[in-house]
């Protein structure tokens, strides 16, 4: 049996299809939105876990998260003075954002 494709097919280039899709920033959007809503990070979760708000978190200033987070500011220091941890970090967000740039992933 074979493939019979019907009188009023059309031949799209893939930055066509991109077009009709949406384009990628939308893809990127689409992507973040739903990782957001697939791990949960809603206020409603953060409260129910007793987690403080972005806006809280941020009012607190390093010293404060210092005095309650030693050991995770600790490593992070540690971590973000080594030029070969940020090299590889940033490498990393480069394909994070590249791959949901052009892919559905989380929507």
Known sequence: MELVLPNNYVALEEEEMMYLDGGSPQNLIKNIQGLIHKTGLSMANRIAAGLPS???????????????????????????????????AGLGAAAAVHHLWHNRVFY
């Open 54 to 88: 972005t806006i809280t978190m941020a009012k607190w200033g390093y010293w404060t998260a210092m005095a309650y987070f030693p050991g995770v500011i600790t490593k992070l220091s540690a971590l973000t003075g080594n030029p070969i941890i940020i090299g590889l």
